[in-house]
């Protein structure tokens, strides 16, 4: 067995990148990508070896997000620190090494070799891009310059010169943490340099450009996480000992959320790139059927691992056949990726820039005018916001599997909680997707309800919902099913998270209450706000932060979640009417106000119906004002509620106090009054 597993291990980088260069030089010749053109041709070098680079440099990037994701998540950690065995470890009774925890240290070192390769091969990429750009060769005289003017001014040139740079630094980062909380940063960066290569290609161009970079970077990084940590857990198999059964099971459940993510973000791309069943006649439709017969093959390879090689990796004949369908499944995974390098390097059925339209709203919002609002509408225009459905998604999916997981075992959970959170992840994606999401970009009005809806009516639902004590309930502790293991699973990093200095400090009442009220002050009159109307950055900051900030006050004043220190309830409802005081002003100063917040883009929207943009913005006023009082009512309804159910618990508690002590509190204070009595009386 040592001898066969030993041959997957070595061929895995081999397999797994022979397979990506070689689809992708078919697929490009298939559609014609590299043909020679009569003006401006760079080359074959650069016609052919750009899409081979890119290749090679997406599969680099996906090793290095994968291997930092085996340190923060999956690989068990063997005692305080990383440190390297200093002994020979001892066979096991299925002929594999004991577990000796060097896995843990030995991911992190592959994370930085990856990511250096991966800076390496995006400097070429770079240089090639450019001359593909320019049709020029790299060898021409002023080439260099040319490059620098590229990379300084030119959207495309920026963008890789800034993945270029993020690279070098996850490499230097990768070799010199040595915590979990370190692993996690480095791969928070990482996940930077992903989201901005899923700025470029076709998704930067399309028509529908929120919707194709949202679908393309949920592609791109569930395809990097998928196949980057197979391929990491295959070169560490030498390492990983007896631990190779948890690592191999905690990688499988985050494997099946990426094929999910890559089935629902390649749908939409697909529908986006073809523009109809008659695309699928075209040399791009006959590769992207190519493409999902490979996606196929690699969900059955999947299921095949859950069905038959992993119950059975625990034995030294299960062990071999598994390392065996991951080397076959590291050479479709290579495949897949070089057929899609090859669809993104050829022009699809549906140009990426097919829509005519000057009117102001498009030219503004990329999007056409929406029709003018009416109640029925605001249920009925969608634009979808691939990330944030996807986010909704995946909570009520992950919090209903929680609760089943609690009824297996016989406790229960209170299905108002459940209740609560379904509504709430349903509200956000309405706000997110729905006629709020629409018409806030053409109506200051509309888009004070979908601020106004996730800062204080979605927070409602989620704290009610408790969604941190039921993660604490319904997942055990790595160290309970895995004794020495001090790794961190989604339980442990919640709870780092909560209780570290920065989350003691931002779920403190005050502190949340000053980050509730004072951010929307910021957020409206600084450059935030248009940032968040200009850039799909700046837009998911702003629903982010602001459902946070939301959940972090409703979770202090009402909440059951663990991370607040609760002031007593009358100092609660203070705070709570203090708050919405301060908000309550915010309402009233745009109520007032003449002057257009934003004027170059609500100005400017070319609206044939509705108010004024002033008169819009002041109606926008009055819903901050008269719509946020209804969640503070309930909210204080909530206080009030709990406030007295306290009162009533601790009556109780002290009645069966008195039962079991024949009150004993009571007749100590009696006692004392008589001793008094005694001493002020007349002698």
């Known amino acids: 067995m040592d001898e066969s597993v030993t041959l997957v291990r070595r ?24 043909a020679a053109v009569a003006v401006g041709d760079p080359g074959a070098l650069v016609r052919w070896g750009l899409p081979a680079v890119e290749t090679l440099t997406e599969l680099a990037a996906a090793l290095t997000l994968g291997a930092l994701l085996l340190a923060v998540a999956v690989l068990p950690r063997r005692g305080p620190g990383p440190a390297a065995p200093t002994a020979t470890p001892a066979r096991s009774a299925s002929d594999r090494t004991a577990a000796d925890g060097s896995a843990w240290p030995r991911s992190l070192v592959l994370a930085g070799v990856a990511a250096g390769a991966w800076t390496v091969l995006s400097v070429v990429h770079l240089v090639l891009a450019y001359a ?126 990426c094929v999910a993510g890559v089935a629902v973000s390649g749908v939409v791309n697909s529908v986006l790139r073809l523009g109809g069943l008659e695309g699928l006649s075209t040399r791009y439709g006959l590769l992207l059927v190519v493409k999902v017969l490979l996606f196929g093959a690699l969900a059955l ?118 209740v609560s959170w379904v509504l709430g992840m349903l509200l956000f994606a309405w706000t997110t997707s729905g006629g709020p999401s629409v018409y806030g970009h053409v109506l200051f ?44 699973g989604p339980r442990e990093w919640v709870l780092t998270l909560v209780h570290s200095h920065v989350g003691r400090f931002v779920a403190h009442p005050v502190v949340a209450a000053v980050n509730f009220a004072g951010s929307m002050v910021l957020f409206y009159y600084s450059g935030m706000f248009e940032w968040s109307l200009r850039s799909q950055v700046g837009h998911l900051f702003m629903v982010v932060h602001f459902t946070l900030a939301g959940y972090l006050f409703v979770n202090a004043l009402a909440g059951v979640d663990p991370g607040p220190s609760r002031p007593p309830y009358p100092m609660r409802l203070l705070l709570l009417f203090a708050t919405m005081a301060f908000h309550a002003f915010f309402g009233v100063a745009l109520v007032g106000g003449e002057g257009l917040l934003v004027a170059d883009w609500f100005g400017l929207t070319g609206r044939p119906w509705g108010p004024s943009a002033i008169r819009d913005q002041q109606l926008g006023g009055s819903i901050a004002w008269g719509i946020g009082e209804i969640p ?48 002020d009386a007349p002698r």
Not at 191 to 217: C, Y
Not at 376 to 404: F, K, P, S
Not at 641 to 665: I, K, L, S, Y
């Open 11 to 34: 061929g895995a980088l081999g397999v797994l990148a022979a397979a990506g260069v070689v689809a992708v030089l078919v697929g490009v010749a298939f559609t014609g990508a590299t």
């Open 445 to 488: 009005s509309a888009h004070m309800i979908q601020h106004m809806v996730l800062v204080m009516v979605v927070p409602l639902f989620v704290a009610t919902s408790a969604p941190v004590t039921l993660l604490l309930r319904a997942v055990p502790a790595r160290a309970a099913t895995l004794p020495g293991d001090t790794s961190r």
């Open 632 to 679: 503070t009512l309930a909210l204080a309804i909530v206080v009030a509620v709990q406030w007295t159910r306290d009162d009533e618990r601790t009556a109780r508690r002290r009645d069966r106090r008195a039962d079991r002590d024949g009150d004993a509190e009571m007749a100590e204070y009696n006692a004392m009054l008589g001793r008094l009595a005694e001493r």
């Open 301 to 418: 390879l999947g299921l095949a691992h859950r069905r038959v090689t992993i119950p059975r990796l625990g034995g030294a004949r299960g062990g071999l056949l598994f390392w065996r369908v991951v080397l076959v499944e590291l050479a479709v995974m290579g495949a897949v990726s070089g057929v899609a390098v090859a669809l993104g390097s050829s022009p699809p059925p549906v140009p990426d820039v097919a829509v005519t339209d000057t009117s102001p709203a498009y030219v503004l919002t990329g999007h056409a005018l929406p029709p003018e609002p009416t109640a029925l509408r605001w249920l009925t225009e969608w634009r979808w916001d691939v990330l944030m459905a996807c986010a909704a998604a995946a909570g009520i999916v992950v919090y209903l599997r929680w609760v089943r997981r609690l009824h297996r075992r016989g406790d229960a959970w209170p299905w108002p909680r459940t």
């Open 132 to 257: 593909s750009v320019a049709g020029a060769s790299p060898a021409a005289p002023g080439f260099g310059d040319e490059l620098a003017v590229f990379v300084t001014q030119i959207d495309l040139g920026r963008t890789l010169l800034s993945v270029t740079t993020v690279a070098a630094v996850v490499t230097a980062l990768a070799l010199v943490v040595a915590t979990p909380t370190g692993a996690g940063w480095t791969a928070a960066l990482a996940l930077v340099a992903l989201w901005q290569l899923g700025q470029t290609g076709h998704a930067a161009g399309a028509a529908s450009h929120e919707l194709a970079t949202s679908a393309m970077v949920l592609h791109l990084v569930s395809a990097a996480v998928w196949i980057g940590a197979l391929a990491a857990l295959a070169l560490l198999e030498r390492r990983l000992g007896t631990d190779v059964v948890p690592a191999v099971a905690r990688y499988s459940v985050v494997a099946g959320w």
